[in-house]
């Protein structure tokens, strides 16, 4: 809101005559109609450049999530009526505090906390009041004052909306409540540990097979060197990987694996198993 009013105060403030001053006023509230519209954001600029556009895009942030939006007009006669009770003195976030029935120092002094319009805004939240006074400035309900310091007057059209004469559709974004903020952001963090944790146990996992695999290809190599022939007669790679990974303890788990025959089970099994069983041991000393 307060680029707003120092935009304002620009345009007010500048050399140019009064021509030039209403285009830019003009050109400033399209631009807050155009950030508050609830409808296809193309189609309000193409309106804007005097062109017709018959269908909504589809893919703006309008279209595809489309704004909660309510029939303002109660909300716009709540915001009007309190500018004109509090004597149209008044900023936004004074308004506010009105509307919300604060109970700060400035406004008990004024005793604005006896006015009818007091309070009556409670199920809207600050950002949404910001938001529906901002839409009403953009449509030409409202105004500031800039001479006044920023305060808040009613216009020629504010009639209509005491009048209660028009339908005026206002976006109401919905607050996620701090509470939900909280609460998500505690799901995000255990996600996140968890994540890190899996992940950890996956790398772990994966060195103790690496560390494994490599204790059983020395053992390989020295049974190899004991009996004067190659290592992959002894036993193939994918063998050593599989004991890795399923860690037998026993010889009919150990018979379980490709690669293990009746004869290579009796002549390397006890010495692999020993070997599994003293890796895991170690292993199990260490975490």
């Not at 029935?101 to 604005?112: N, P, V």
Request: charged share 30%.
């Amino acid at each position: 809101m307060s680029d707003i009013v120092m935009r304002q105060n620009f345009i007010e403030n500048s050399s140019a005559d009064e021509l030039h001053k209403n285009i830019e006023r003009r050109k400033l509230r399209a631009l807050l109609g155009f950030c508050e519209t609830v409808s296809c954001r193309r189609r309000a600029l193409l309106e804007y450049f005097g062109e017709e556009a018959k269908d909504h895009c589809g893919y703006c942030d309008n279209c595809t999530n489309e704004p909660h939006s309510v029939d303002g007009l109660v909300y716009a006669q709540k915001a009007l009526s309190c500018v004109y009770r509090t004597g149209q003195l008044y900023g936004v976030a004074y308004l506010i505090d009105v509307l919300r029935g604060a109970k700060t120092e400035r406004l008990l002094s004024q005793g604005h906390d006896k006015l009818s319009t007091y309070a009556i805004g409670k199920e809207l939240s600050v950002k949404q009041w910001t938001s529906v006074f901002r839409q009403l400035m953009a449509a030409g309900y409202l105004k500031v004052d800039l001479a006044g310091y920023g305060s808040i007057k009613l216009t020629k059209r504010s009639r209509d909306i005491l009048e209660g004469k028009i339908k005026l559709p206002l976006r109401i974004d919905e607050e996620i409540k701090a509470s939900q903020i909280k609460k998500e952001a505690k799901q995000a963090k255990r996600l996140a540990l968890n994540t890190l944790t899996e992940r950890s146990e996956a790398n772990l996992e994966a060195r103790s097979v690496s560390e494994l695999f490599e204790v059983l290809r020395r053992k390989r190599m020295e049974l190899a060197r004991q009996e004067g022939i190659a290592p992959y007669l002894v036993l193939h790679d994918a063998s050593l990987l599989a004991m890795a990974q399923q860690r037998p303890r026993t010889l009919g788990e150990l018979a379980k694996i490709s690669g293990f025959g009746v004869v290579k089970l009796q002549k390397y099994g006890t010495a692999m198993l020993s070997v599994i069983a003293e890796f895991l041991a170690e292993e199990c000393s260490v975490y």
